[in-house]
């Protein structure tokens, strides 16, 4: 079935650092592609998402770039702030699975002033 | 503005309560859906709604039921509440281009 596999946490950085979070999917099909975040003491909330190869998800100077041939839907952002301090999560959503969002484990980042 | 509401923010309950989680939402969202949050397991679907009166297992249903009975409301029941039931629960609702707005969450203790 379908799944998706985001690197594990933490990750600690220094404000002012490059940010990746890799994020990988198995999926039939041509699926939809979200990341979400969690702030500390709060509910998800969609941060990005693309829904068909080579589009660019970017929302607060984070973006990722759906890539069917990869099966990849990185995260990146080139400067992070303390502020970017959460939990990061990768999903899909198929038709094949009644458009549930298939999520990962999550990934928490901890950025340093 | 997309508004997603829990009935509660922290619920301590006694082993073998009945216990009602509420979530609102004012989206006219024909989907949503209750999740529960744990340490390593990420998010895992327990119910999930497509319309009134209508409901569909998720990944793990046992020990919970649900309740649609408006199209903005949507319940989660804990029959009888245990221990490994305690968790953050996360209530969701969908438009149509398949996002998924949550709210705040129902962070639940069961002694």
């Known amino acids: 079935g379908d799944s998706v596999t985001q690197m594990e946490g933490p990750v600690t950085l220094s404000e002012e650092a490059f940010l990746t979070i890799n994020c990988t999917y198995t999926a039939t099909g041509y699926p939809s592609l979200f990341w979400y975040v969690q702030y500390p003491g709060e509910g998800l909330q969609l941060l990005l998402k693309?829904?068909?190869a080579d589009d660019k998800g970017s929302n607060k100077g984070f973006e990722a770039t759906y890539r069917k041939e990869t099966t990849s839907f990185h995260l990146e952002k080139g400067s992070v702030q303390v502020s970017d301090s959460a939990v990061y999560f990768c999903?899909?959503?198929?038709?094949?699975?009644?458009?549930?969002?298939?999520w990962g484990l999550g990934t928490s980042l901890a950025v340093n002033p | 503005d997309v508004k997603v509401t829990q009935s509660s923010r922290y619920l301590v309950k006694r082993t073998g309560e009945k216990v009602f989680l509420e979530c609102v939402q004012d989206?006219?969202?024909?989907?949503m859906f209750w999740y529960r949050q744990d340490p390593g397991l990420g998010l895992r679907l327990i119910y999930f709604?497509?319309?009134?009166?209508?409901?569909e297992k998720g990944d793990i249903p046992e020990g919970y039921s649900v309740s649609r009975e408006k199209k903005e409301r949507f319940s989660l029941i804990l029959e009888s509440a245990s221990t490994n039931q305690t968790s953050m629960y996360l209530c969701a609702s969908r438009d149509s281009p398949q996002t998924q707005y949550f709210g705040p969450g129902t962070r639940l203790l069961v002694l």
């Open positions: 709604s497509y319309d009134v009166k209508m409901k």
């Open positions: 693309a829904t068909k």
């Open positions: 989206m006219d969202h024909e989907n």
């Open positions: 999903a899909l959503s198929n038709a094949g699975n009644n458009r549930k969002l298939i």
